[in-house]
């Protein structure tokens, strides 16, 4: 029986970064960070009762809507202009 490549291994091929699926279908990313704040920031967010993940996706959120917010400012103000 040949030898079958594992997935991470192919998307990378395709994509030039490494990508598994986790359970939910959502992609899993790989973020570097020191072990010393990541422990941390584990404490830190079991203290606040949430996760890494769930708080992490919380902060992007965030960030979105602040630069969404801030482009649709920027169009009004162009707009204005005109």
Request: net charge positive; hydrophobic share 35%; glycine share 4%.
């Amino acid at each position: 029986m040949p030898l079958r490549r594992p997935r991470v291994y192919l998307f990378w091929l395709f994509t030039g970064y490494a990508c598994v699926m986790a359970t939910r279908g959502t992609p899993q990313r790989v973020v570097r960070v020191d072990e010393e704040t990541w422990t941390a920031y584990g404490r830190a967010c079991e203290d606040m009762g949430t996760t890494r993940a769930d708080d992490l996706r919380r902060h992007m959120r965030q960030q979105i809507k602040a630069f969404e917010a801030e482009q649709r400012k920027l169009a009004s103000e162009r707009s204005a202009d005109v």
